[in-house]
């Protein structure tokens, strides 16, 4: 049989994001729940994307062990669905492609969020799909950038997210990074100045590990 590898060479770097640590299930202790902040990755040049027709011979080819792998890499790579945005006063576009079926986050919860971030011109910068699981963050306190706090948690005209729902976020530069570049390692710099971000993002659920 022949395999074909699916190889998607955008950084992993977390831009704006905070991780919390997964808890043990037998010595967890408190320490479990700190927040880690990744460090940034030298960006990877030469990027470039999957090509419809390597994605659907892989898909055909692949075995039933490689099926989770291939849809992995598939939300990793192809956007959500277009929809019409409507923009908040402070310049962040918004449209919902799912309202979801459950609650909304309350202020400074932790929840998991599975999302794929974009480049005006459509590349992708980051995942979670890539990397196979959501990503855990502290929603409505600037633990993240703000485009994606009031984007998710709601104000100045949006709506709050809800359990299930998908939405599709157009982050401006003051929502973002603003003039400086970021991601930067050793002089290389993943995302530019003044750069308009595309979030496509899934409110997985509430974080099971939120403190009372």
Do not use: W
């Not at 590898?5 to 991780?19: E, I, R």
């Not at 940034?40 to 994605?55: D, I, M, R, T, W």
């Amino acid at each position: 049989m022949v395999n074909f590898t699916l190889t998607t060479p955008c950084p992993s770097l977390h831009h704006g994001l905070t991780y919390i640590k997964a808890a043990s299930s037998s010595n967890s202790n408190s320490n479990s729940n700190s927040i880690l902040t990744p460090k940034p990755e030298k960006k990877n040049k030469g990027f470039a994307g999957v090509g419809v027709g390597l994605l659907a011979a892989s898909m055909l080819l692949s075995s039933p062990l490689d099926a989770n792998a291939t849809r992995i890499e598939y939300y990793a790579t192809v956007a959500e669905p277009p929809c019409d945005l409507q923009f908040a006063p402070s310049g962040l576009g918004y449209c919902d492609l799912d309202p979801g079926f459950g609650e909304q986050a309350p202020y400074s919860t932790l929840i998991n969020i599975h999302y794929t971030a974009r480049f005006a011109d459509g590349i992708v910068f980051d995942s979670s799909y890539k990397r196979g699981r959501p990503l855990t963050m502290r929603i409505g306190v600037g633990k993240v950038i703000k485009g994606l706090d009031q984007g998710i948690f709601g104000g100045e005209g949006v709506p709050p997210m809800h359990v299930g729902g998908r939405r599709k976020l157009q982050i401006p530069p003051d929502l973002a990074y603003g003039p400086e570049p970021a991601g930067c390692f050793s002089g290389d710099c993943n995302i530019p100045a003044n750069a308009t971000l595309l979030y496509d993002i899934n409110f997985v659920n509430i974080y099971s590990g939120n403190r009372k």
